[in-house]
């Protein structure tokens, strides 16, 4: 059965067709680096990432680029608030964010282009576009004309008639339309620049994955994905410009992940609810957010909330300890018998069912309840007055391979020493005496998450492993 995937440009399932056997050229849009990244950035990274590992499961070789957008209105806002250069802060947050994914267990993009790296390109692909006549310069701005690209909308499912009402010029914009975009901004005083044909300043938003697919990919890519909320304007306008410069199809197929909310609200700085990736993995196993992430269909919307956390630990520790009571049993095990062919043909069984799942339009969902089923069985299989060697290490090959697909780590980290914990219980001991009572409760939920049982007694607080 052929990988399927649902085309957000054609609003259906399609079998994956790759431009060219065996390999996979997919672009996903990576993160605006003025800050730590929220749960919201996380998910993309999270979802296209398992994407690239099936399909590295499944036999292809993936050329994987995401890219930063290391310069624009925000990172120049940041920039003057923190005193300091747009260089400087977007270094900062692209160590940041390596850090933060790759604790999630994301891995590394084949590249990871910037915008400042690849000025020369974008500027050429400007160039290029007002050469053709589809785009124009305007008081130092560039703008790309809407209206003379053939198919604008056919992403998003609107007719340029329909997108034109309600639009207007706003005051300062030099366009000749109001759904002409910017390519190129002319800087303001004071901003970062760079020289161009048409002055001093830096790309529009949209031009920059437009130019960076070209070179890194190809004129044509296999996919094109990224959050729902990017479907339009900006994947939109990829594709405008990009067709309007190579007159050939940008992507294939298109995938968008569904949005997250907070405890059913969206999730805002106005509303106090915003979730950096950065704090919330200091407080719980990155690879539970991980878990939790993929534990819904990545198009449908996903709800983080205390309670729906604590529901997906609760099922990973199920999978994570038949795991380790598979390797416990494994020291006792002898050899194989009959009776133990039947639990190797149903441990293949579901491996098989995992990949009919991940073949349709990668239903991670499905997958885990795979992991969960595999665990029932392997609790099953220890219930045996006879374990299999065999078996057992079928059980675990299968644990492995499954939940690598998945990017989900099942070994459990090493317990703390003794001597770690007591350093955490007089941590918490003197937060208490300062009144800092969120750290103390923060310690404590840490220490109960490892197991560990601390009792008030009269001669002090004493502790144990539970």
Same mark, same amino acid.
């Given at each position: #059965? ?23 050229? #997919?672009? &996903?849009c ?24 099936? =399909? ?7 050329? =994987?680029?995401?890219n ?14 923190l005193?300091?250069d747009?260089?400087?802060i977007?270094?900062? %947050? ?22 400042m ?12 576009l007002?050469?053709?006549?589809? /785009?124009?310069e ?12 053939n ?13 034109r ?9 030099? *366009?000749?339309?109001?759904?002409? %975009?910017a390519?190129?901004?002319?800087a ?12 001093n ?7 920059e ?11 044509t890519i296999?996919?094109? /994905? ?27 197929y298109?995938m968008?992940?569904g ?11 106005s ?11 200091k ?7 991980? =878990? ?16 729906l ?12 300890? /038949?795991?380790?009571? #598979? ?7 002898? $050899?194989?018998t009959?009776?133990?062919? *039947?639990?190797l043909?149903?441990i293949?069984?579901?491996k ?10 990668? $239903? ?6 795979v ?7 392997a ?29 989900? !780590?099942? &070994?459990?980290?090493?317990? #703390? ?5 007591e350093?955490?219980?007089?941590k ?11 750290? /103390? ?8 998450d490892? !197991? ?15």
């Amino acid at each position: #059965m052929a990988i399927q995937i649902y085309n957000t440009l054609t609003r259906k399932k399609e079998d994956f067709k790759p431009l060219e056997e065996g390999k996979v050229k #997919m672009y &996903v849009c990576g993160p605006t680096v003025y800050n730590y990244i929220h749960i919201g950035n996380a998910r993309p990274a999270i979802v296209f990432d398992t994407v690239r590992r099936y =399909f590295e499961y499944r036999g292809y070789d993936v050329n =994987f680029v995401s890219n930063f957008t290391d310069v624009d209105d925000k990172l120049i806002k940041a920039a003057n608030e923190l005193g300091s250069d747009v260089p400087t802060i977007a270094d900062k %947050f692209i160590s940041a964010y390596f850090e933060d994914v790759q604790a999630l267990g994301c891995k590394t993009a084949t590249n990871h282009p910037r915008v400042m790296e690849n000025m020369d390109i974008i500027i050429e692909f400007v160039e290029e576009l007002i050469k053709k006549g589809y /785009a124009y310069e305007s008081e130092g701005d560039v703008y790309f004309k809407t209206k003379e690209f053939n198919g604008y909308g056919k992403l998003s499912h609107q007719s340029i008639e329909d997108l034109r009402i309600g639009e207007r010029i706003e005051i300062g914009e030099k *366009k000749e339309d109001p759904l002409d %975009f910017a390519l190129w901004k002319a800087a303001k005083p004071g901003e970062i620049f760079w020289e161009s044909p048409w002055g001093n300043g830096r790309p529009g938003w949209h031009i920059e994955c437009s130019a960076m697919a070209k070179k890194y990919l190809g004129e044509t890519i296999d996919i094109h /994905a990224g959050g729902q909320d990017l479907s339009f304007p900006h994947h939109e306008n990829e594709i405008a410009q990009s067709e309007a410069l190579s007159g050939k199809t940008f992507s294939n197929y298109w995938m968008h992940n569904g949005y997250i909310n907070i405890d059913n609200e969206k999730m805002s700085k106005s509303l106090g609810n915003f979730v950096l990736v950065h704090d919330i993995i200091k407080l719980i196993d990155p690879m539970l957010l991980r =878990f939790f992430m993929l534990s819904v269909h990545y198009r449908h919307p996903i709800n983080y909330s205390e309670e729906l956390l604590q529901e997906a630990k609760n099922g990973f520790e199920r999978i994570k300890t /038949a795991y380790q009571n #598979m390797k416990h049993r494994l020291e006792s095990s002898t $050899n194989l018998t009959e009776e133990d062919e *039947k639990w190797l043909k149903e441990i293949e069984g579901e491996k098989q069912v995992f990949i009919k799942v991940m073949d349709d339009d990668f $239903n991670t969902a499905n997958a885990i309840s795979v992991l969960y089923q595999l665990a029932k069985s392997a609790n099953q299989y220890l219930l045996e007055s006879h374990t299999s060697t065999n078996v057992i290490n079928q059980f675990l090959q299968t644990f492995d391979e499954l939940s690598s697909v998945l990017g989900i !780590n099942l &070994v459990k980290e090493e317990a #703390m020493l003794d001597e770690e914990i007591e350093a955490l219980i007089q941590k918490r001991t003197e937060a208490r005496k300062n009144r800092d009572f969120a750290l /103390a409760d923060q310690i404590r939920d840490q220490l109960k998450d490892l !197991n560990i049982i601390i009792e008030d007694t009269p001669q002090g607080i004493r502790w144990k492993r539970g």
